[in-house]
C-alpha cells in the first residue's frame, strides 16, 4: 500500500517538540471546539488545561513507548496489571493487522508459556452426550481446519468516547484488530461431543490466574447461546496470520467469536462448558458485558439487574488510518487521499462517508469487498481542501440495515460499552 508523503507531528525533524507550536495550536483549537484534539479525545484537551497535583512525579512530556517482545513500540500502553494496550488508529492501517501491532487485553494474569503445544489439551462437558478431552494434535488431525479474516473487538471498544467516563480501560478506538484465524469450527467439536436438547448456552475458560493469585476464581470466565456458538465462524484457533498463535494473544489454542464482544474469545483455551442455562462465570450478569435495554441517564448508578441484557453484536464503527491524527501536510494540499476501516459486528457495512466541514457534506468512499464475513472493509477515498488551514476530517459507516454511526457515544452504562461515535482526525495544511 502506497504512503502519501505527509509529514506527522511526531516525525518532526525540527526543534519543535509535541507541544511545540503547530502541537499547541492544534490541541487549544481542539479544545475550544470541543473537536479532535492531537489525543483524539477531547476529554485529554481539557485535562490538559487542568492544573497538575502539586505532589505529580515529573514525568517525561507524551506517550511512553510500549515495550513487549514482538510489539511495536507504537501501541499504547492503557493498563499493565492486568496488561492492557491498545493500537492506535494510524497503526492499523494494513489489511490484515499484524501481530506486532494487534491489541492486548488480559483481565488476570498471564500464564506462564507453553512449550509442548501440540499436547495442550481441552475439555468439552456439560449437556453433551459424550464429554471430550481433545489436544491440539487430535483437533488438528480429527477436525477440517479453517482460515478467516476477522476482526476481533474489545467489548469496551471506544469506552473513553463516553461523558462522564465509564468504568474500566479508556480504549479509543484500537481496542480491535483483524487478523487471519486458522482453526476449527467450534460447531463440529460440540458436534463430536454430542449436543443434548437442552443444550442451549457455552461457558468458556481459560488458564490464566485471577489477578489476586485466587485459584477458586477465574480471571475471565465468559459464555454465549448455543446458536452463537454453533456459526460457522465461530472458531477454536492455533494459528494467527500462518503463525503458532502467539502466547499473548492466547497460544496454544483460543475461541474466535466474531462479531460479538472478544471477551467470549476465550484465550489459553482449557475448558468449555455446555449449559442449559446462560452462562455465570465472571464477566457475567450485573453490568458486565451488559446493555441498558431502555436509555438511562448518564452517569446512573444501577445495577443491571433490570432493563439490561448481555451484549450480543458489537457496534458499527470507522476509523480514517491514514492520515494520521496531527498530521501537517503541504501548504499547496488541496486533495488528500485518505484510508481506513469499518466493521459492524454481525452486520454488514453498506456506506463510508467523510466530512472535512464538521457534517455539513459527506463525500462516499470506495469499499473493498471483504474476504469473508466478519472480515473488515477497507476504504479509500479523496477530500478535497479548500484552503490551507486546520481541517476536521469525520468518519462515518452506514451498516446494511441504513443506520449510521452516531455523532456522540450514546446509550451510556455504567461500564461503558458499545460507544461507537464517528472518528475524527485533525490535519494542518501549511
Ligand atoms: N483466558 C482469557 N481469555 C481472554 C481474556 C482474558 O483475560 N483471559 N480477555 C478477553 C478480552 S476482554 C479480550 S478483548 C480479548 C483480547 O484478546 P487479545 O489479547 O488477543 O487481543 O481476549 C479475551 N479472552
Ligand atoms: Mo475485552
Redesign the pocket.
Given at each position: 500500500m502506497h504512503k502519501s508523503a505527509e509529514e506527522t507531528l511526531s516525525h518532526r525533524p525540527s526543534g519543535l517538540s509535541r507541544r511545540g507550536a503547530m502541537g499547541a495550536s492544534l490541541a487549544t483549537i481542539a479544545a475550544v471546539t470541543g473537536g479532535a484534539s492531537l489525543a483524539g479525545m477531547p476529554r485529554t484537551a481539557l485535562a490538559q488545561s487542568a492544573p497538575a497535583p502539586a505532589a505529580a512525579p515529573a514525568r517525561p512530556a507524551g506517550p511512553q513507548p510500549f515495550d513487549f517482545p514482538g510489539k511495536e513500540r507504537g501501541l499504547k500502553l492503557l493498563g499493565d496489571r492486568p496488561l492492557v494496550a491498545e493500537t492506535p488508529e494510524a497503526l492499523l492501517d494494513d489489511d490484515t493487522t499484524p501481530i506486532a501491532k494487534?491489541?492486548?487485553?488480559?483481565?488476570?494474569q498471564i500464564p506462564a508459556e507453553i512449550t509442548d503445544r501440540d499436547g495442550w489439551r481441552f475439555t468439552v462437558e456439560g449437556e453433551v452426550e459424550r464429554p471430550l478431552t481433545l489436544s491440539v494434535a487430535e483437533l488438528k488431525s480429527r477436525f477440517q481446519a479453517q482460515t478467516f479474516r476477522m476482526v476481533?473487538e474489545?467489548?469496551g471498544n471506544g469506552r473513553s468516547f463516553f461523558q462522564p467516563a465509564a468504568r474500566g480501560n479508556q480504549w479509543t478506538n484500537g481496542?480491535a484488530g483483524c487478523a487471519e484465524w486458522t482453526g476449527v469450527r467450534l460447531a463440529d467439536v460440540l458436534q463430536a461431543a454430542g449436543l443434548k436438547p437442552t443444550a442451549k448456552f457455552t461457558g468458556h475458560f481459560?488458564a490464566?490466574p485471577h489477578l489476586s493469585g485466587d485459584t477458586d476464581k477465574d480471571?475471565?470466565s465468559r459464555g454465549m447461546p448455543i446458536e452463537k456458538a454453533l456459526e460457522p465462524h465461530s472458531l477454536i484457533v492455533w494459528q494467527m496470520n500462518g503463525e503458532p498463535l502467539p502466547h499473548?494473544?492466547?497460544g496454544p489454542l483460543r475461541l474466535v467469536v466474531p462479531g460479538w464482544p472478544?471477551?467470549l474469545?476465550?484465550?489459553?483455551l482449557k475448558r468449555i462448558l455446555v449449559r442449559a442455562t446462560p452462562h455465570d462465570g465472571q464477566g457475567m450478569g450485573g453490568t458486565s458485558y451488559r446493555m441498558p435495554t431502555q436509555p438511562i441517564i448518564p452517569g446512573s448508578n444501577v445495577d443491571g439487574k433490570t432493563n439490561f441484557a448481555d451484549m450480543t453484536s458489537m457496534p458499527l464503527r470507522a476509523i480514517i488510518t491514514a492520515p494520521a491524527n496531527g498530521t501537517r501536510l503541504p501548504e499547496a494540499t488541496r486533495h488528500l487521499p485518505l484510508r481506513g476501516a469499518a466493521w459492524a459486528g454481525d452486520y454488514e457495512v453498506a456506506k463510508v462517508e467523510v466530512s472535512a466541514d464538521a457534517g455539513q457534506r459527506w463525500q462516499t468512499m470506495t469499499l473493498s469487498r471483504p474476504r469473508n464475513r466478519y472480515d473488515w472493509v477497507r476504504w479509500t477515498g479523496t477530500v478535497e481542501l479548500p484552503t490551507a488551514g486546520y481541517y476536521e476530517l469525520w468518519v462515518r459507516a452506514t451498516d446494511s440495515r441504513g443506520i449510521a454511526q452516531p455523532h456522540v457515544a450514546t446509550n451510556w452504562n455504567p461500564q461503558g460499552y458499545g460507544a461507537n461515535p464517528l472518528h475524527r482526525v485533525a490535519v494542518l495544511v501549511g
Amino acid at each position: 500500500m502506497h504512503k502519501s508523503a505527509e509529514e506527522t507531528l511526531s516525525h518532526r525533524p525540527s526543534g519543535l517538540s509535541r507541544r511545540g507550536a503547530m502541537g499547541a495550536s492544534l490541541a487549544t483549537i481542539a479544545a475550544v471546539t470541543g473537536g479532535a484534539s492531537l489525543a483524539g479525545m477531547p476529554r485529554t484537551a481539557l485535562a490538559q488545561s487542568a492544573p497538575a497535583p502539586a505532589a505529580a512525579p515529573a514525568r517525561p512530556a507524551g506517550p511512553q513507548p510500549f515495550d513487549f517482545p514482538g510489539k511495536e513500540r507504537g501501541l499504547k500502553l492503557l493498563g499493565d496489571r492486568p496488561l492492557v494496550a491498545e493500537t492506535p488508529e494510524a497503526l492499523l492501517d494494513d489489511d490484515t493487522t499484524p501481530i506486532a501491532k494487534f491489541f492486548i487485553r488480559n483481565n488476570g494474569q498471564i500464564p506462564a508459556e507453553i512449550t509442548d503445544r501440540d499436547g495442550w489439551r481441552f475439555t468439552v462437558e456439560g449437556e453433551v452426550e459424550r464429554p471430550l478431552t481433545l489436544s491440539v494434535a487430535e483437533l488438528k488431525s480429527r477436525f477440517q481446519a479453517q482460515t478467516f479474516r476477522m476482526v476481533l473487538e474489545c467489548g469496551g471498544n471506544g469506552r473513553s468516547f463516553f461523558q462522564p467516563a465509564a468504568r474500566g480501560n479508556q480504549w479509543t478506538n484500537g481496542g480491535a484488530g483483524c487478523a487471519e484465524w486458522t482453526g476449527v469450527r467450534l460447531a463440529d467439536v460440540l458436534q463430536a461431543a454430542g449436543l443434548k436438547p437442552t443444550a442451549k448456552f457455552t461457558g468458556h475458560f481459560g488458564a490464566d490466574p485471577h489477578l489476586s493469585g485466587d485459584t477458586d476464581k477465574d480471571a475471565i470466565s465468559r459464555g454465549m447461546p448455543i446458536e452463537k456458538a454453533l456459526e460457522p465462524h465461530s472458531l477454536i484457533v492455533w494459528q494467527m496470520n500462518g503463525e503458532p498463535l502467539p502466547h499473548i494473544h492466547g497460544g496454544p489454542l483460543r475461541l474466535v467469536v466474531p462479531g460479538w464482544p472478544a471477551s467470549l474469545s476465550s484465550k489459553w483455551l482449557k475448558r468449555i462448558l455446555v449449559r442449559a442455562t446462560p452462562h455465570d462465570g465472571q464477566g457475567m450478569g450485573g453490568t458486565s458485558y451488559r446493555m441498558p435495554t431502555q436509555p438511562i441517564i448518564p452517569g446512573s448508578n444501577v445495577d443491571g439487574k433490570t432493563n439490561f441484557a448481555d451484549m450480543t453484536s458489537m457496534p458499527l464503527r470507522a476509523i480514517i488510518t491514514a492520515p494520521a491524527n496531527g498530521t501537517r501536510l503541504p501548504e499547496a494540499t488541496r486533495h488528500l487521499p485518505l484510508r481506513g476501516a469499518a466493521w459492524a459486528g454481525d452486520y454488514e457495512v453498506a456506506k463510508v462517508e467523510v466530512s472535512a466541514d464538521a457534517g455539513q457534506r459527506w463525500q462516499t468512499m470506495t469499499l473493498s469487498r471483504p474476504r469473508n464475513r466478519y472480515d473488515w472493509v477497507r476504504w479509500t477515498g479523496t477530500v478535497e481542501l479548500p484552503t490551507a488551514g486546520y481541517y476536521e476530517l469525520w468518519v462515518r459507516a452506514t451498516d446494511s440495515r441504513g443506520i449510521a454511526q452516531p455523532h456522540v457515544a450514546t446509550n451510556w452504562n455504567p461500564q461503558g460499552y458499545g460507544a461507537n461515535p464517528l472518528h475524527r482526525v485533525a490535519v494542518l495544511v501549511g
